[in-house]
């Protein structure tokens, strides 16, 4: 698996794999082309379908270093991964160079041909019962189990993201009005934080509080705000919320939270090296429910929980996100993507309740979930996997003005 710094990611949303990818293939492609006069970059699939609302061609035009011509191509099929781009570099009517590159999700691309754009190695271990193995065999936690592959450096790392992640909690939860777009939606983390029921018990303070965390960081998301992609930009937000609102309530120590994103990260690589954490290539499931498996895991290790009970939160998480599709009306990550963060971080908080008395009962690993995520989002039509032509992006009465 790769590095803990290659899935969390600092940077501005709205979607890691329509602005983020995108934006990092353009600036490696005009960095290798530096001579040409002119750029030209072809979008397919779901770049194509959903690039509008997404601000792909946006990014592309803000990031390119000379004129670039941007063609969306939403009619070619069988193309090698559903979130694939061309960039061609010219020099008038000759051509200086060509990638294709496909933008896997969480901001990571993939050039063909070129393994050197591939991030090294840094763990030996690529299934949660390989890792399991090793740190019963040295007694070590998954924490310490990071450290020992990343080194001491990756908790400086940790903290700037964990720091990135309150930040964009408090510019969310401060700030008002609608989000541009055209749906009219109004942000609605504010009027959570602050809407104390008369009669509201420990558990529904519990509920208002986290999902108005949640809906703060994916409102700063939606509204091109800076955010950490945990795993995605689109389901940036159970991470932060639960674990903003434990170490509020349980007075946790700044490197008790480092732990916690540290043992969600272990969860996300594993999702991300053996099944996808993008909604276009395997629904929502891939994000919310790798969101929502790394939250609940974070929330484990912060209960000094075991390894099996670790796993078996994270299998709860993700088991019950199976086959949630990916319809972004309009192409914005908007509805049903802001309140449906705000779901997951409850739904994490459930899965460790779950997994505090039920772990000896379990008969699912959370390798055989993760693949069976993989397989099932594969099995999806492609109107469920962020193209907007299908669900409630179909459905929707009204389109964006």
């Known amino acids: 698996m790769k590095s803990l710094v290659e899935l969390y990611k600092i940077g501005c949303g709205p979607s890691s794999s329509h602005t983020m990818g995108p934006e990092k293939a353009v600036k490696l492609f005009c960095e290798a082309y530096p001579h040409a006069t002119s750029y030209k970059v072809t979008l397919y699939g779901s770049l194509a379908l959903t690039g509008k609302g997404h601000g792909t061609d946006a990014v592309i035009k803000k990031t390119a270093t000379k004129p670039v011509e941007i063609v969306f191509d939403a009619k070619t099929t069988n193309l090698p991964h559903p ?66 592959f990343e080194g001491v450096a990756i908790w400086d790392y940790l903290a700037n993201i964990w720091g990135v992640m309150k930040q964009s909690i408090d510019r969310g939860l401060v700030a008002e009005g609608v989000l541009a777009g055209g749906l009219g939606t109004e942000r609605k983390a504010k009027i959570l934080y602050n809407g104390v029921h008369p009669d509201e018990t420990t558990a529904t303070h519990e509920n208002r509080i986290v999902c108005a965390y949640a809906f703060a960081v994916s409102e700063e998301n939606a509204s091109g705000g800076t955010i950490v992609t945990a795993p995605t930009c689109g389901a940036c937000g159970v991470l932060p919320a639960v674990l903003k609102y434990q170490q509020t309530t349980k007075g ?80 914005l990550v908007q509805i049903p993507c802001i309140e449906r963060n705000a779901v997951a971080a409850m739904r994490a908080l459930n899965a460790v309740s779950l997994a505090t008395f039920l772990t000896h009962t379990r008969k699912i690993s959370f390798d055989t979930v993760v693949n069976t995520m993989y397989q099932t989002g594969r099995d999806l039509r492609k109107e469920y996997r962020e193209t907007s032509e299908g669900g409630l992006a179909k459905n929707f009465p009204h389109k964006p003005e």
């Open 83 to 148: 979130n694939t781009m061309e960039i061609f570099a010219l020099d008038g009517a000759n051509q200086l160079g060509f990638w294709r590159v496909f933008s896997v999700g969480g901001g990571a691309i993939a050039v063909e041909g070129q393994a050197s754009i591939t991030p090294l190695e840094v763990y030996p271990h690529n299934s949660f019962e390989q890792i399991c193995a090793f740190c019963r065999a040295n007694e070590i936690t998954l924490p310490q189990y990071v450290e020992r």
């Open 252 to 331: 946790l120590t700044e490197q008790q939270v480092l732990e916690a994103l540290a043992t969600a990260g272990i969860i996300g690589n594993l999702i991300k090296t053996n099944a996808s954490i993008s909604g276009a290539e395997c629904g929502c499931q891939a994000e919310i429910g790798s969101a929502c498996s790394m939250a609940a895991a974070a929330v484990a290790q912060i209960g000094d929980m075991d390894l099996d009970q670790i796993e078996y939160a994270a299998e709860i998480a993700m088991e019950h996100h199976l086959g949630l599709t990916c319809d972004p009306i309009g192409g």
